[in-house]
C-alpha cells in the first residue's frame, strides 16, 4: 500500500480517525471519512479515471462536484450497481466498489484509443455522416458503437432498493447552502415562514468550504456555516434537507428534489430508503445555486492533470488532499490566483501562472508575486505533454489580438494544470422555471433575467459575485420571499465579510495553438463528447448556424453532464464563426433533472404489488378457495375460469360453455359498471344520450342502450332500467364505468345543465350474481318466495324486488348469453351470502361456476359484441349491423348529425362479419389480418382483422368475428388469414352462431 | 404540474383535474341545419393559441365539477376561473373569447339560434 501520499498534513474537513477501505478497479485504497472518491483518489496519486467517449483518451478528474463530465465510475455490483455516477459526488464508505467505465480490456491500455489516431473518421456529426445508410446496418453500427465507446452498464435486473416520496408545502423554498442560500435561510426562518432548504451536497456552506482566505463577523468561515445551521436547526418551521439535489423546476413553483438518503452509507439502514423523492410546492422559491467555473479551451486541454482551479482549491481547502505537486496555473481571471495562494500555503509549488491578459495588477497577483511566482501576462498554454498525466506544458506569447502566438515557446514542467475560465452562474432551474436569460459582459456569462414565476435568485446564481454582496443579497431576498408568502419580518443586518478583492476578466473563447485549429492536438470543449473547437467550427461552417442543431449535431451538451462546463465556451466559439453576438445566437433549452436521476425514486413505492390498486369483488374469496384463475379487467381481478382437477383450459371451458346451455351456470358480475340516476329530466337525459328511444320506457322494464361519442362512433353499451319515477339504474362495461360517468357528467354539467338529473356510481355498492341456462328458473325459485317467475309475470326485460335467499334483492331478468337469465343484484356485503345459496340450491341442477372467458365464447356464439373488443373507436353502429337500435325518430342524440354523413353508411366501411375456418377445428388468432388476395409475402392488403375467436363447443366447431372492409356484402366470400406458419381459409358469414331465431330466451 | 384553483374545494395539484379542451363551444341547436363542413367546424375544429386560451377543467378526483380557466399557453399562468355557463370577466378573457374564429361560425349562429347552453 503507497498510503495517501498526497494528503495535506493540516487540512481539510476529512475525519482522519476514520480511515475508509474502498476499491477502485480492484485494487484497494484507503480514504478518511468526509472524502469524496475522487478526493480519496488523489489522496492516493490516482489520476486516470476513465477513458474519453469516443477517442477513448485517458481522462482524469475536472471538478470537485455535481458538473463532473469526465470521472464517471460504475459503483457496487448486480443489480444495486449503478452506472455513470461523478465520482465528486460519490462519498466513500467501508467496502465501496468503484470502476472505470468505457475502457477495453484496462484503463491504462485501451484498444478504443487507435479511435484518437484515426480522429479525422471522427469529425463533427460524425454519426449522421456515417450511419445514414443503409438503415439495415444500423443495428449492427449502434452495438459495436455501443460496446466500444458508451458509458457505465445498467444492472441485469429489478432494482432491490426502496424508495420513496414525500410532497412538502413551503412559504419559501431555497435551492443551495453557500453563502446566499444560508443567509436567504437565516432572514425567512427568522419571520417564522415555513422554509426548506436544501443542498445536493452532503456539507452546508457551500463554496465557503473551500475558502481559506476570507472571514465572516471576523471568524473562519466555516465556523459562520456551523453557527448559521445551528441556528436554522433551532427554528421549527425550518427544514434542512441534504445531499438533495433539485432536479426540476416546474410549472407553478413546483420543484423535485432527489435525496440519496443513505448512498453514502454504502446499505441502507432498516426503515430507511435508498433515496427519497422530494415534490414540493413552493409559495416562493430562492435559487442560491452557486456558479460553475468554466474550462479554457487550449491545445490537450483534457489530459488527467487539467482541472478547474476552483476544484483545485475544494480539493486543497476542503479535503486537504494535493491535486499536484507542482502547478501551472492557466487562467483569464484573478480567482485563480487564490488558488495558487491556496497551493503555496498546503506546500504545493506553484510553477508559473500564465494569464492571458495583457496586464494584471490588484492585491491577488501583488500577493502572488510576492511569493516569488512567475506570472506570464498575455501568454497561453499551447502544448500539454503527458498522456495518462500532465508533466510539461509550453507557454507562447499571444498575438495582437489573441488569434495566434508569438516569439519561442517555454516549456514548463508541472503534473498539474488548474484552469479557470471564467464563470458561469448556476441558472439552470431559472431557465428550467422558463425565466429569460440576459446575457452580462462584465462576466462573459448569462445570468438570470426577467423571471415568470415566483422566484428570486441570489449569490453566484445571480452574478452576485463576492461575499459580502452575497450574504447582504441573500437576506435581503429571503426575507422578502417570506413576506411575500405572508410573513412579517425584516432582513437582519449583513455580516462584516472580507475576502481579497478581484479584477475583470478577459474572454479569450479558443486559446491559439502552435498549429492552426485542429490539426495538432485537441482543443476539447466538451469533454464528455469529445467535442472539439474545430467540431463546432466546422459544424458551423456546415450551416448548423442554430444552437440547438449544432447541439444534436456535434453532441455537444448531451450526455450526462448536459454540457454544465461545455455549453457557453460552445456558445461563443459558435457565435465567433457566425460573427454574431453570444446573446444572440442564444443558449440550448435546460431540461430537467439538473443531474442525472435514479428513475426508481420517480417509481417510489409504486412497484410490485403496490404498483396499481387491485379491485376485488365480494366473491373473489370464494372463487380464491374454488381454484379459480383470474385475469385482469381494468383494475379488477375477474375469475377467468374454474379449472377442475388435471383439466386443461380448454378442456374446462368447453364443460363451462356447455354446462351453461345444458343446465346452469352463475357468473360474478359485480364488477359491471353501475350507475344510479334521479331527477325529473332522468329520461330526458336518456333520451339525449342514448341512440335509441328512453321516453316511454315504464317503471320495472329495461332496455339495452349505446352510447355515441359525438362524432359517431360507438362509445359504451348496457342495460338501463326504470327502477321507479324519475328513478334508472344504468350498466356499463366493467372497463368503461369511470369515462361513462364522466361522460354523463361532462354532458350535464357542461351541456345541459338545465336538465334536473344526478349521477352517482353505485358499482362498488352492488354484488351482481348472474344466473344463466334453462335450469336457472328453478334454482331461483327454491330461494325466492315472493316473486311470480312465470315468463307472463316476469318477462325477458323486465325487472323485480324480492328477496333471494332471505336477502333483499333487484332481480334483472336480462341476458348476455340468449339463455333464460337473471341477474341478481344485493347489497354489496351480501354477495358472497348470495352466491354460497344459490351453489347450494343449484347443486341438484348442477349448477356450474363460469368466469370471464365461458361469459365470452357464450355472448359470441349469439353475436353480442363487446365494446373495446369488436369496436376500437372507429366503428360506428351501422359497421356492426346495429341499425336496429339507432332512432330514426328523435330530433337529436349524442353523435346524431355525424352518423347521418354519407361516408358514415359507406359500404367499403370495415364491418362486422361472421368468420368460418375451414377446419372447424382451427381457432384462429385474434387480431389476424383478413385479405382476399393473397401473396406469397407481406405486403398484401389487408381488409380487416380478426376481433374475437373461440372454440364453440355448442356449435361445435371454431367461430370469430372480424372487421372487414365492405364486410356486409362479403357473406359466402371466402377470404383468407395469413398466419405465421399457414394460412387460415375462412369463409364470410353473419356474426351470429348459435341459436339463430333466439328461442331460448325464455328457457 | 400546474396548480388550479377549483371553485369549490380550492388550490389543488393539476392531477386531480381532468382537461377538457376549448371552452365555450356552443353545441348546435339544430345540428340538420348545417352542412357536414360546418358540423365538422364545430366538432373538430379547435383554437390552437399561443397566450390567453379559453379552457374546460373538471375536477375529477374531487368534487367532480366542471369550470372555465383563462390560461396563459406560453407561461402556464392561470389567468382567471369561472364557473360554467358564463363568460370571462378578464381583459385576456374577454379578448380570447371575442377573437375567437368560432364567434362567426355557422355552428355558433345555429347554436345561438336555438336554446343555448354555454
Ligand atoms: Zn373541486
Redesign the pocket.
Known amino acids: 500500500m503507497s498510503g495517501q501520499s498526497f494528503r495535506i498534513r493540516d487540512k481539510g474537513r476529512i475525519d482522519r480517525s476514520k480511515p475508509v477501505r474502498f476499491t477502485f478497479d480492484g485494487k484497494s485504497y484507503e480514504g478518511f471519512e468526509g472524502d469524496t472518491l475522487a478526493s480519496a483518489l488523489i489522496a492516493n496519486g490516482v489520476h486516470l479515471i476513465g477513458r474519453s467517449f469516443k477517442y477513448h483518451r485517458p481522462r482524469g478528474i475536472l471538478a470537485a462536484g455535481s458538473e463532473e463530465p469526465n470521472a464517471l465510475i460504475q459503483l457496487g455490483g448486480g443489480n444495486k450497481s449503478e452506472p455513470n455516477l461523478r465520482a465528486t459526488q460519490i462519498e466513500i464508505f467501508d467496502g465501496l466498489e468503484a470502476a472505470s467505465q468505457n475502457r477495453w480490456p484496462c484503463l491504462k491500455f485501451d484498444v478504443g484509443a487507435v479511435n484518437s489516431v484515426f480522429h479525422r473518421l471522427f469529425p463533427a456529426g460524425f454519426y449522421y455522416k456515417t450511419f445514414m445508410w443503409p438503415a439495415s446496418l444500423w443495428l449492427k453500427y449502434e452495438h459495436v458503437i455501443r460496446h466500444a465507446a458508451g458509458l457505465g452498464k445498467a444492472p441485469p435486473d429489478r432494482d432491490p432498493d426502496r424508495y420513496e416520496k414525500v410532497h412538502a408545502h413551503a412559504d419559501v423554498l431555497i435551492v443551495g447552502g453557500g453563502p446566499a442560500g444560508l443567509a436567504a435561510a437565516l432572514a425567512a426562518g427568522k419571520t417564522g415562514a415555513r422554509v426548506i432548504l436544501a443542498d445536493e451536497t452532503a456539507d452546508w456552506g457551500g463554496s465557503l468550504l473551500s475558502e481559506s482566505d476570507c472571514e465572516i463577523d471576523g471568524k473562519e468561515p466555516a465556523r459562520w456555516v456551523e453557527e448559521s445551521v445551528a441556528e436554522l436547526e433551532a427554528m421549527p418551521e425550518v427544514t434542512l434537507v441534504k445531499r438533495c439535489t433539485i432536479t426540476g423546476y416546474y410549472d407553478h413553483n413546483y420543484l423535485t428534489g432527489l435525496e440519496r438518503v443513505s448512498d453514502h452509507l454504502g446499505a441502507a439502514p432498516e426503515h430507511t430508503p435508498r433515496q427519497r423523492l422530494w415534490k414540493i410546492r413552493a409559495k416562493r422559491v430562492v435559487l442560491a445555486t452557486g456558479a460553475l467555473e468554466r474550462p479554457l479551451v487550449f491545445t490537450d486541454n483534457d489530459r488527467p492533470g487539467v482541472m478547474l482551479s476552483s476544484a483545485v482549491r475544494t480539493y486543497v481547502n476542503r479535503y486537504g488532499v494535493l491535486p499536484g505537486r507542482k502547478t501551472v496555473i492557466f487562467t483569464n481571471n484573478d480567482d485563480a490566483y487564490r488558488t495558487a495562494l491556496a497551493l503555496e500555503d498546503a506546500h504545493g509549488r506553484v510553477a508559473a501562472i500564465v494569464d492571458v491578459r495583457t496586464s494584471v495588477t490588484g492585491p491577488l497577483a501583488d500577493a502572488v508575486r510576492a511569493k516569488g511566482i512567475t506570472v506570464y501576462e498575455n501568454h497561453g498554454i499551447v502544448s500539454v505533454q503527458g498522456t495518462q498525466k500532465v508533466t510539461s506544458v509550453e507557454v507562447m506569447q499571444l498575438d495582437a489580438n489573441g488569434t495566434g502566438v508569438t516569439g519561442t515557446a517555454k516549456s514548463v514542467n508541472c503534473d498539474l494544470i488548474a484552469m479557470s475560465g471564467g464563470w458561469n452562474p448556476t441558472v439552470h432551474l431559472f431557465s428550467q422555471s422558463k425565466g429569460k436569460l440576459t446575457w452580462d459582459t462584465e462576466m462573459a456569462a448569462f445570468i438570470p433575467g426577467t423571471a415568470s414565476q415566483a422566484l428570486a435568485s441570489t449569490g453566484a446564481c445571480n452574478g452576485t459575485m463576492g461575499l459580502a454582496d452575497s450574504l447582504k443579497e441573500g437576506l435581503k431576498l429571503g426575507a422578502e420571499a417570506a413576506r411575500e408568502a405572508g410573513h412579517k419580518g425584516r432582513a437582519p443586518a449583513a455580516p462584516k465579510a472580507t475576502e481579497p478583492e478581484q479584477g475583470g476578466l478577459r474572454p479569450l473563447w479558443i486559446t491559439p495553438g502552435k498549429a492552426k485549429l485542429g490539426r495538432k492536438g485537441k482543443h476539447f470543449v466538451d469533454f464528455q463528447n469529445d467535442v472539439t473547437a474545430a467540431d463546432v467550427q466546422l459544424a458551423a461552417r456546415e450551416g448548423y448556424r442554430s444552437v440547438e442543431h449544432l447541439k444534436r449535431y456535434t453532441t455537444t451538451g448531451m450526455g450526462t453532464d448536459q454540457g454544465k462546463t461545455s455549453n457557453v465556451n460552445a456558445l461563443a466559439i459558435l457565435s465567433d464563426v457566425l460573427a454574431s453576438d453570444i446573446p444572440a445566437v442564444g443558449t440550448t433549452t435546460f431540461r430537467p433533472p439538473y443531474t442525472p436521476a435514479t428513475i426508481g425514486a420517480y417509481t417510489g413505492r409504486n412497484v410490485g404489488k403496490l404498483f396499481e390498486p387491485v379491485r376485488k369483488t365480494r366473491i373473489d374469496e370464494w372463487a380464491r378457495a374454488n381454484g379459480a384463475k383470474f385475469e385482469h379487467v381494468g383494475q379488477w381481478m375477474r375469475a377467468w375460469y374454474f379449472p377442475k382437477q388435471g383439466e386443461t383450459f380448454r378442456q374446462a371451458i368447453d364443460r363451462e360453455v356447455k354446462a351453461v346451455r345444458d343446465g346452469c351456470g352463475i357468473l360474478d358480475a359485480s364488477t359491471l359498471g353501475k350507475i344510479d340516476i334521479q331527477g325529473p329530466d332522468a329520461a330526458e337525459f336518456l333520451n339525449r344520450i342514448y341512440t335509441n328511444a328512453w321516453l316511454k320506457l315504464g317503471v320495472g322494464r329495461c332496455r339495452y342502450g349505446l352510447m355515441l361519442k359525438e362524432d359517431g362512433m360507438v362509445m359504451d353499451d348496457g342495460v338501463t332500467t326504470c327502477i321507479g319515477e324519475n328513478h334508472y339504474h344504468m350498466t356499463t362495461t366493467t372497463g368503461g364505468a369511470a369515462n361513462v360517468l364522466s361522460w354523463l357528467e361532462e354532458w350535464h354539467q357542461t351541456e345541459w345543465p338545465d336538465l334536473k338529473v344526478f349521477f352517482s356510481s353505485v358499482t362498488e355498492q352492488w354484488s351482481v350474481v348472474a344466473i344463466n341456462g334453462p335450469k336457472s328458473r328453478a334454482v331461483l325459485q327454491k330461494l325466492c318466495e315472493d316473486v311470480d317467475f312465470s315468463a307472463e309475470a316476469f318477462p325477458f326485460m323486465a325487472m323485480k324486488e324480492g328477496t333471494v335467499a332471505g336477502i333483499p334483492a333487484r332481480l334483472y331478468r336480462i341476458s348476455f348469453t340468449g339463455e333464460l337469465s337473471f341477474e341478481i343484484n344485493v347489497p354489496a356485503r351480501y354477495g358472497l351470502a348470495l352466491w354460497e345459496a344459490l351453489m347450494e340450491a343449484g347443486k341438484e341442477f348442477d349448477i356450474t361456476p363460469y368466469g370471464t372467458e365461458t361469459m365470452h365464447v357464450l355472448r359470441a356464439e349469439k353475436g353480442f359484441i363487446i365494446v373495446g373488443q369488436e369496436t376500437d373507436g372507429t366503428v360506428n353502429p351501422l359497421d356492426l349491423g346495429m341499425d336496429w337500435i339507432v332512432s330514426k325518430k328523435k330530433p337529436d342524440f349524442v353523435g346524431k348529425r355525424s352518423l347521418e354523413r354519407e361516408s358514415m353508411a359507406s359500404p367499403d366501411r370495415k364491418q362486422l362479419v361472421g368468420l368460418l375456418t375451414e377446419d372447424p377445428q382451427t381457432v384462429l388468432p385474434e387480431g389476424g389480418h383478413v385479405v382476399e388476395k393473397l401473396k406469397p409475402e407481406p405486403p398484401m392488403e389487408m381488409l380487416g382483422h380478426v376481433t374475437s375467436s373461440y372454440y364453440s363447443p355448442n356449435c361445435g366447431r371454431s367461430i370469430a368475428m372480424a372487421l372487414i372492409k365492405g364486410g356486409h356484402a362479403r357473406h359466402g366470400q371466402t377470404l383468407h388469414v395469413p398466419l405465421e406458419d399457414k394460412v387460415v381459409k375462412v369463409t364470410v358469414t353473419e356474426p351470429r352462431f348459435f341459436d339463430l331465431e333466439g328461442e331460448r330466451i325464455d328457457g | 404540474m400546474l396548480h388550479i384553483t ?1 371553485p ?2 380550492g388550490p ?1 395539484d393539476d392531477n386531480e383535474f381532468h382537461y377538457g379542451g376549448e371552452a365555450h363551444i356552443l353545441r348546435p341547436a339544430a345540428p340538420e341545419k348545417l352542412s357536414d363542413g360546418e358540423w365538422a367546424e364545430y366538432l373538430f375544429l379547435k383554437q390552437n393559441a399561443k397566450g390567453p386560451f379559453l379552457e374546460r377543467w373538471s ?1 375529477s378526483a ?2 367532480r ?1 366542471w369550470f372555465n380557466v383563462v390560461r396563459n399557453t406560453a407561461t402556464d399562468e392561470i389567468i382567471e376561473i369561472y364557473p360554467m355557463g358564463e363568460l370571462p370577466k378578464s381583459p385576456e378573457g374577454i379578448k380570447a373569447y371575442e377573437g375567437n374564429w368560432r364567434r362567426q361560425s355557422a355552428a355558433e349562429k345555429n347554436a345561438k339560434a336555438g336554446v343555448s347552453g354555454t
Open positions: 377549483c369549490w374545494c389543488r375536477h374531487g368534487c365539477q
